[in-house]
């Protein structure tokens, strides 16, 4: 069964840096379009950036320049880099995969902008 488990989300100083990572089990990520989503309290889920079986890569507009999503197939890992990090980019944050018809998602990691 495919698990997603993420980690290294907690509290960061305005400009600060984080870098979240999503293990994952069972699936195979040359053939699973992975993406990192967030959701801020009284606010939809939305996609941060994700990237296709082919590795390339797409972000909202909100975290362009500032966030870098990147992958280790070996390792079945999904990473995302986050620097210059505001308070606007408070939220869980959940990784996806798109993996045979199905849509799979983590538990969640709480980051935290605030000084």
């Known amino acids: 069964q495919v698990q997603l488990v993420e980690s290294g989300g907690g509290l960061v100083q305005p400009g600060g840096s984080l870098r979240l990572s999503c293990a994952a089990s069972e699936i195979d990520f040359t053939a699973s379009f992975m993406g990192w989503y967030r959701q801020a309290p009284g606010k939809q889920r939305e996609l941060v950036a994700g990237i296709t079986t082919g590795g390339n890569t797409n972000y909202a507009d909100a975290v362009k320049g500032r966030f870098t999503i990147s992958r280790d197939i070996a390792k079945k890992t999904l990473y995302l880099q986050m620097n210059s990090l505001n308070g606007e980019d408070t939220a869980v944050y959940y990784c996806?995969?798109?993996?045979?018809?199905?849509?799979?998602w983590g538990q969640g990691t709480q980051v935290t902008v605030s000084s």
């Open positions: 996806q995969a798109s993996y045979r018809f199905r849509a799979y």
